[in-house]
């Protein structure tokens, strides 16, 4: 996704439509209409099929607090097109979004943050359970979150896997609720499955294991994430496949297992076998692209930059599984009234289908699949969503070309990746500990 700022800017005087005001019987596209034609004619429309009177107000602008990554322009013109409200994009690091969801709550409308930062910031009760009533498809959101299913089936819940995380007892709740509720945490917005990135024009074998990583094989031409919380469950996930050690939750490891995790790091890194520790998305692509590295911790994103370079590279499935991350909106307890009703409006926009198929046609997958379904052509839904053979070229929302006819995306479908989920980002209880040790690893 396209990183996005857009500086503040005073209030426009365009009449706004209270979105409460709207009639009952609208909704969807029908409702945004509405909401959108009453607020740019300015005029008070009553007395219409039994319309309530629409007072004429100032126009509503949605601070919206997460990373560059998950602020794209095109979706924030797109909602205003739509609805005449505007979005403004507050960009900051993952853990900045955490810390200012922890100390100011007032500092933003909406939150786009990570599942694992909700043991943080639940606590602190600066969230509010939103209210699914209110939410228009609440009962299609995938089931990967609602119960840690795909297809019926149960899949990976090492880590901050989001159904554990996902409902409150009452709005105002700081403590999870053990089943489904009338309140939810978090919307979702964007996750994926990751996994290894390899070179197959360079490697010339197949790769199954997370292992691979620290094969001698490719000493010197091995990378790995130099994000302490996500690294390292990269490097459990090797530890197990090489048969070191099983954990009992990757996800929440004790300080011994942290220990045993960063020994096998360290042993790795002194024989040589690290090119790079890398940080930064460009970074991770131009390893790749120059052919220094190999294989390495990657983001499909990142594999598709490489692609889209002309070079050969392939978000590998391995017998192992995936770990995943998920992403979602949440609402502070310091929104209210007409500022409210519009995040309310904005997330329910989310869900409503053309945001979910822009999302998809970059790799990442979308909260309710039926109404992405809906505004994506069968041939790109094939591809994407199903695991079939490209029969046209796949396309970028920009337009550039991401695979040619006949190319099948990497880990198949969308039950085929997401079922395959071992483990999810976390932050662990020992985090502390565990970044200190994680630093021990890149200064060997």
Known sequence: MSAFETPPSPLNDKPQVDPAAVPVGLAGADRRRFLKNAAGTGVAVAGIAGFPFVHAQEKITLRYLGTAVNQDKKIAEKFEADTGIKIQYIPVTTDDVTKRAVTAPNSFDLIDTEYFSLKKIIPTGNLLGIDVKRIKNADKITTLFTKGEVAGKKVGDQGTAPKKVMYLDKPDSKTFAKDATGF??????VYNADTLGIRPDLIKRPINSWAELLNPEFKGKAAILNIPSIGIMDAAMVVEAMGIYKYPDKGNMTKKEIDLTIKTLIEAKKAGQFRSLWKDFNESVNLMASGEVVIQSMWSPAV????????????????????AWAAGFGVPKTVTGRKADGVYEFINWFLDGWAGAYLNRQGYYSAVLETAKAKMEAYEWAYWMEGKAATKDILSPNGDVLAKVGAVRDGGSY????GGI??????????AYMVQKWNEFVAA
Do not use: S
Not at 304 to 323: D, H, N, S, W
Not at 415 to 418: G, Q, T, V
Not at 422 to 431: F, S
């Open 184 to 189: 939810m945490t978090l919307i979702p917005t």
């Open 422 to 431: 071992a483990c999810w980002n976390a932050i662990m209880d020992e985090n």
């Open 304 to 323: 598709t930059a490489v692609r889209t370079k002309g070079i050969a590279c392939t978000f590998q499935p391995l017998k192992e599984g995936y770990r």
């Open 415 to 418: 039950e085929a990746r997401m």
